[in-house]
């Protein structure tokens, strides 16, 4: 049973950083792809990173790129997203999430994905 658990979220001003972390358990982590999605209220989840298996490729929403990077410790099943200089739009609930399908191409798609944490907080004040 594979098992995804987010940390690291919680109530900032804007322009302060995060780092979320995943934790995987139950599958092997570093076969996979992994990423990054978030839900604003009243919003649909939306796409924010993902990382290919080997940590070697990435994927970010434009919304997100240059303050967002996504990584991975395969060794320690860890899936990480450092976020910097947050703003207001950027408060939601975080998921992370794995790619079904073992390696291939990175998917931005929510269906792609076969297993889900159950989220964290991320509140960015103004």
């Known amino acids: 049973q594979v098992q995804l658990g987010e940390s690291g979220g919680g109530l900032v001003q804007a322009g302060a950083s995060l780092r979320l972390s995943c934790a995987a358990s139950g599958g092997t982590f570093s076969m996979y792809n992994m990423g990054w999605f978030r839900q604003a209220p009243g919003k649909e989840r939306e796409f924010v990173a993902a990382?290919?298996?080997?940590?070697?490729?990435?994927y970010l929403a434009d919304s997100v790129k240059g303050r967002l990077t996504i990584s991975r410790d395969n060794a320690k099943n860890t899936l990480y997203l450092q976020m910097n200089s947050l703003k207001p739009e950027d408060t939601a609930v975080y998921y992370c999430?794995?790619?079904?399908?073992?390696?291939?191409?990175?998917?931005?798609?929510?269906?792609?994905?076969?297993?889900w944490g159950q989220g964290t907080q991320v509140t960015v004040s103004s």
């Open positions: 990382i290919n298996w080997s940590g070697i490729s990435t």
């Open positions: 999430a794995r790619q079904g399908g073992r390696g291939g191409v990175i998917e931005t798609g929510g269906d792609k994905y076969d297993y």
